[in-house]
């Protein structure tokens, strides 16, 4: 069974910064890609960023560019995702998803497990 835990969220200061991390167990990690999606209420699930399962690529929403980065450490069996210079508009449910290949996706419906997520507050 695949699990996923995520962790590090809370609220923070407008110019802030939080690590999020995601602990994976149920599959071997090392072999497939990762993502961060972000939710507010009455709105859709939005891609954040993506990492293969080797770790060499990675890929952000465009507006997200130079604030966040996303890396994993496959010996931990985890994935993390820095956020820096956190903007009040950065508030939401942020959820770490595994998807059944080794290449990144951008699209959630790529993803075939998610974590119960974690809240992201961003006080300006």
């Known amino acids: 069974q695949v699990q996923l835990i995520e962790s590090g969220g809370g609220l923070v200061q407008a110019g802030g910064s939080l690590r999020l991390s995601c602990a994976a167990s149920g599959r071997t990690f090392s072999s497939y890609a990762m993502g961060w999606f972000r939710q507010t209420p009455g709105k859709e699930r939005e891609f954040v960023a993506a990492i293969s399962a080797g770790g060499s690529r990675t890929y952000y929403a465009d507006s997200l560019k130079g604030r966040f980065t996303i890396s994993r450490d496959n010996a931990k069996n985890t994935v993390y995702l820095q956020m820096n210079s956190l903007k009040p508009e950065d508030t939401a449910v942020y959820y770490c998803?595994?998807?059944?290949?080794?290449?990144?996706?951008?699209?959630?419906?790529?993803?075939?497990?998610w974590g119960q997520g974690t809240q992201v507050t961003v006080s300006s």
């Open positions: 998803a595994s998807t059944s290949a080794a290449v990144p996706w951008t699209s959630a419906f790529r993803y075939g497990y």
